[in-house]
């Protein structure tokens, strides 16, 4: 089974805040009587023995957050199942992956976005949402960080991909991102400003030039290794038009349930 849970947590977001607000944007596009539930290979992914929907987390606000986050993911997946997370702002990948790689050890992750987020700090912040792939792959819990979309990075982050060996891919290079996805066990991570912002206009951090829709369902479906999790982050809904960057979100999470 796959689980659905929300992680409304934006406490580390630099900007403004907002993603708090997603999973529940999320959810009532994912189940909005405008569309049905099938997946574009036509499985009927929103059964509730398929994917569950499993609630929100309650966070204290507090610093242990992460913890909860962490420990909260390890409940659900305890029972064998799967775990997409509909954030939140990215803060939120660092304690999900912290889980994740308990179960499947040396993971690797593929990453949409139009920021590294590797930061070794942001603003002094090291668990900032600018900061999470810093965080993981300075763990050595992920078996290799591929990233898809990137257009806004700084020289800092050049040098924290190269030292963690990080392949990075600009929106451009669709096609050689696609020769270089992992095998084994993969995560995907999904900030909607990977998206060019005429696709996803309610994201907090406007970034022109990104991928298409289609690229990134693209990319996710030529996966070869078995996608044991994923997260949907940084939709902030108040910057959203008429629902728009939430279905592209619902949409993600029915495809990536049938996939997995
Ligand atoms: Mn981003």
């Known amino acids: 089974m796959i689980k659905l849970w929300g992680v409304p947590w934006d406490r580390h977001s630099s900007f403004q805040r907002g993603p708090a607000g997603a999973p529940a944007a999320i959810r009532r596009a994912l189940t909005s009587e405008h569309g049905n539930p099938f997946a574009e290979d036509l499985r009927d992914v929103l059964q509730a023995d398929r994917l569950c929907d499993v609630g929100d987390l309650r966070l204290s606000g507090g610093d242990e957050d992460p913890h909860d986050i962490e420990a909260g993911a390890?409940?659900?997946i305890a029972d064998g199942s799967k775990l997409i997370t509909l954030g939140g702002d990215h803060a939120v990948t660092?304690?999900?992956f912290r889980a994740i790689a308990q179960r499947w050890p040396g993971c690797s992750i593929v990453h949409f976005d139009a920021h590294p987020d590797l930061y070794e700090d942001f603003g002094g912040d090291p668990f900032s949402h600018a900061s999470?792939?810093?965080r993981i792959m300075e763990s050595g819990l992920a078996g290799g960080l591929l990233q898809v979309g990137i257009r806004a990075s700084t020289p800092?982050?050049?040098e924290q991909q190269a030292?963690?060996?990080?392949r990075a891919f600009g929106p451009e290079e669709v096609e050689a991102a696609l020769a270089a996805?992992?095998?084994g066990p993969v995560y995907v991570s999904i900030d909607l400003d990977g998206l060019d912002p005429a696709f996803?206009?309610?994201v907090n951090h406007y970034e022109p030039g990104g991928l298409s829709v289609r690229e990134v369902l693209r990319v996710i479906r030529a996966i070869?290794?078995?996608i044991v999790g994923a997260d949907v982050v940084e939709l902030n809904p108040n910057r959203d038009r008429s629902d728009q960057t939430a279905q592209v979100a619902a949409k993600f999470v029915k495809e990536l349930g049938s996939l997995m």
């Open 74 to 76: 390890l409940r659900h």
């Open 94 to 96: 660092w304690p999900v």
């Open 181 to 183: 996805l992992p095998s």
């Open 132 to 134: 999470p792939f810093a």
């Open 156 to 158: 800092h982050q050049a």
């Open 200 to 202: 996803a206009p309610g």
């Open 224 to 226: 070869p290794g078995e």
């Open 163 to 166: 030292r963690y060996g990080v």
